[in-house]
């Protein structure tokens, strides 16, 4: 089996920063691009960022300038670094990602639990 676990999540006043950590395990032969997504109360799930297996990224326009994307292929664990929060980014933060699994033949979408991340003062 494949799992994605979130952490790092938690309550932060705005202007404030915080660091979530998504680390991959399990049956894995590969990971291809991963991401991070987030769904607030009442609204759809949407895109925050996407990472390549290379490390090229891309940022919801909201995103951009105020997170980072990163990852460590050798800890198989995606990073997303939130600077200067704002009420509005309070959500369930989900990570996404393509893994090929030894008994797969083609790569398949994973999903993590959610992390409740809260701004407010």
């Known amino acids: 089996q494949v799992q994605l676990v979130e952490s790092g999540g938690g309550l932060v006043q705005p202007g404030g920063s915080l660091r979530l950590s998504c680390a991959a395990s399990?049956?894995?032969?590969?990971?291809?691009?991963m991401a991070w997504y987030r769904q607030a109360p009442g609204k759809q799930r949407e895109l925050v960022a996407t990472?390549?297996?290379?490390?090229?990224?891309n940022y919801a326009d909201s995103m951009k300038g105020r997170f980072t994307i990163s990852r460590d292929n050798g800890k198989k664990t995606v990073y997303l670094q939130m600077n200067s929060l704002k009420p509005e980014d309070t959500a369930v933060y989900y990570c996404?990602?393509?893994?090929?699994?030894?008994?797969?033949?083609?790569?398949?979408?994973?999903w993590g639990q959610g992390t409740q991340v809260t701004v407010s003062s």
């Open positions: 990472i390549s297996s290379v490390g090229t990224t």
């Open positions: 996404n990602a393509a893994i090929k699994s030894w008994s797969r033949a083609r790569p398949e979408d994973y």
């Open positions: 399990g049956s894995i032969f590969s990971i291809n691009a």
